[in-house]
């Protein structure tokens, strides 16, 4: 296995099926480009004579655009942004926490990520999108899925506020898990 010599950028990338990691290579000498999605190479460029421009791929299951920049800041020094649905990473995962609720959990001895795409109502865990059965309750909504032998109910509930919007809780074996800051 080739040693990541060139390796100058690493960034983690929370989308619904999981976090992922982008790493990438950029040789200023040979012009060489090497983009890497969780740790499987997705772009390879040998001798690239244009040491400055854009590598676009995607990532995760539903295969979401990614665009690594590359920009000369000061003679031989570079600066590399990645964008994620043409908004830079910052924006993009300020505008998720808008759009989208994430639980960390641990259930005999096994940890979950479920997050809830709160436009779609789509549940996903660890990777994989959820068969769900929803329900009106008196006060809301109850989305019902398993994760394992485990009964999960995300019960969205009007806050009252109209700044806050509509308030979703997970619950799990009727337990309330704490929400994730990601």
């Not at 059965?133 to 009007?158: L, N, P, Q, R, Y």
Request: proline content about 1%.
């Amino acid at each position: 296995l080739e040693k990541m010599t060139d390796l100058v950028a690493v960034w983690e990338v929370a989308l619904s099926d999981g976090v992922h990691k982008i790493e990438f290579e950029h040789g200023t000498t040979s012009g060489k480009r090497v983009v890497y999605v969780d740790g499987k190479e997705e772009i390879r460029k040998e001798w690239m004579f244009k040491l400055v421009g854009k590598e676009t791929f995607t990532v995760g299951a539903a295969k979401t655009k990614a665009t690594i920049n590359i920009d000369a800041v000061s003679g031989f020094a570079y600066e590399y942004t990645l964008e994620i649905n043409g908004k830079s990473l910052k924006k993009y995962m300020e505008n998720r926490s808008k759009t989208t609720n994430t639980w960390v959990l641990s259930l005999g001895g096994t940890d979950y990520r479920v997050v809830l795409e709160k436009d779609t109502m789509d549940v996903w865990c660890n990777g994989q999108k959820m068969e769900t059965a929803g329900e009106f309750v008196e006060d809301g909504t109850e989305t019902h899925f398993s994760v394992g032998d485990h009964s999960c109910c995300i019960k969205a509930v009007s806050s009252g506020k109209r700044k806050e919007g509509i308030i979703h809780t997970l619950i799990v074996d009727d337990r309330e898990i704490p929400e994730a800051v990601e």
